[in-house]
């Protein structure tokens, strides 16, 4: 809730993703893994699959942070495609509750276990998953292509026997710093 130039309460909400945040999602992406990342036709496409895998983290003035979490088609097993915070909103718990929303979801839809990538230098990110149960399982040489490593980390997942269809959770904003912030969102999960 904004009154003029001041946020008041919960100013950061995970939610579902609508077609209308492609742009600044695209733009969050290239932001965070440059030349790896999805290409704009890519996002949109892996919206229209799985249009209900998408969750955002996002304020009045647009959004930091989103994640994607994709079941497999018999749905015993989810990968976590992505997960981004921009670098302005770390330390606030964004990635922390994106990932928690996002495990809830694929417990909602029955899946039993997850599994990730990530950098194997990107230890805020690794110490993010280990909190949530992750562990490794693998190393995946060149994953990426030449020099971009990846380790696999996979966990169990809590089934849950509804979906929630409200926004999933806010976060209070402790920095009034950011609340005069209203460019567009870019966003990496390293440092969390």
């Known amino acids: 809730m904004r009154t003029d130039n001041t946020i008041v309460g919960h100013d950061i909400c995970v939610r579902p993703a609508q077609p209308a945040d ?6 969050v992406d290239v932001r965070v893994f440059g030349r790896l990342a999805y290409p704009y036709f890519t996002l949109r496409q892996l919206f229209d699959a799985f249009p209900e895998c998408w969750l955002v983290a996002a304020r009045p003035s647009g959004l930091v942070g989103y994640s994607l979490g994709m079941p497999s088609t018999d749905r015993s097993h989810a990968w976590l495609f992505g997960l981004a915070v921009d670098p302005r909103y770390r330390r606030l718990g964004c990635g ?3 990932t928690k929303e996002t495990l809830n979801l694929l417990g909602t839809m029955r899946v039993e ?3 990730l990538t ?9 110490g993010l998953y280990r909190e949530f149960g ?24 809590q089934q849950h026997t509804r979906p929630s269809r409200q926004p999933a959770s806010m976060i209070p904003s402790p920095r009034p ?3 005069h912030d209203r460019g567009r969102s870019r ?3 390293s440092g969390e």
Do not use: K, W
Not at 118 to 126: G, L, M, S, Y
């Open 22 to 27: 492609f742009e600044q999602l695209h733009a």
């Open 113 to 115: 276990n997850v599994s």
């Open 177 to 179: 710093d950011l609340a």
């Open 96 to 98: 922390r509750l994106l």
């Open 118 to 126: 990530v950098e194997p230098a990107n230890e805020p990110a690794i």
């Open 187 to 189: 966003c990496d999960v």
């Open 134 to 157: 992750f562990s490794m399982t693998e190393h995946r040489q060149d994953y990426f292509g030449p020099g971009e490593d990846r380790l696999v980390m996979t966990r169990r997942i």
